[in-house]
């Protein structure tokens, strides 16, 4: 026997073990991203206000809820199914949308960006005297 | 985890509630609005991956999570951790 050879077998355990942790790292991954969908919304279904542009949205199931995420808004809903979800996360931007504008002068730098974003996306109508105001602090 | 619990950390860390279909809660440093994170208005626990929503929302790492649940952060530490993640430096005076 070489004396290389215990050295070979070491190292060939060592990739296997490297490899044995990535599939099965990779598999966890892909198994989520399986669980995921992306689409996108193009309705806020709020009197006065549409969207412009639509919103991305990740909808992924739980186990114990459906969460429809917007990324771009720091937002989820939840819900049992998927309909329920996005009804969520859309009663959530809405409630956000609000907020954020009632107090567009104390907006912090993230608020500050994802209201920036939120006025280019959402148009007030201008049929709508104006959208239900926000409940003040 | 319990929704009273996290209630519980909310008013802990003065977050300002505000009511809609579920609970908006934000939090304000220095007068401006700094993030904001929401939770549903039933009782009971909160399921599958929402405390986990929650906890990113505030930009809290899973232990400092458990500390604001479990009492020691305070309204300061947290504070003191937004800003060490750079979350307040354009609210700082």
Request: with cysteine; proline share 4%.
């Amino acid at each position: 026997m070489s004396v290389a050879e215990p050295q070979l077998r070491r190292l060939g355990e060592e990739v296997r073990q490297v490899r044995d942790f990535l599939v099965s790292d990779l598999s966890l991954k892909l198994e989520k991203l399986a669980k995921r969908r992306l689409l996108l919304l193009y309705s806020l279904r709020y009197p006065g206000l549409r969207l412009r542009n639509p919103i991305a949205i990740s909808l992924e199931d739980d186990g114990a809820q459906v969460i429809a995420s917007a990324y771009d808004l720091e937002l989820f809903g939840y819900g049992e199914t998927e309909g329920e979800a996005l009804d969520d996360l859309r009663h959530t931007i809405v409630d956000l949308y609000l907020t954020l504008r009632e107090n567009i002068n104390t907006l912090g730098a993230l608020p500050k960006q994802v209201w920036e974003y939120l006025a280019d996306t959402v148009e007030e109508e201008s049929r709508y005297e104006n959208p239900r105001s926000a409940a003040r602090f | 985890m319990k929704i009273q619990e996290v209630l519980r950390a909310f008013d802990k860390l003065e977050m300002e509630m505000r009511e809609g279909r579920d609970t908006l809660a934000f939090f304000r440093y220095e007068g401006q609005i700094v993030l904001w994170t929401k939770i549903p208005h039933k009782r009971g626990e909160l399921k599958g991956k929402l405390p986990d929503l929650i906890r990113q929302q505030l930009r809290l790492n899973e232990a400092q999570f458990r500390e604001l649940i479990a009492c020691p952060l305070n309204r300061a530490g947290y504070v003191q951790a937004l800003r060490e993640k750079g979350f307040l430096a354009l609210a700082e005076p």
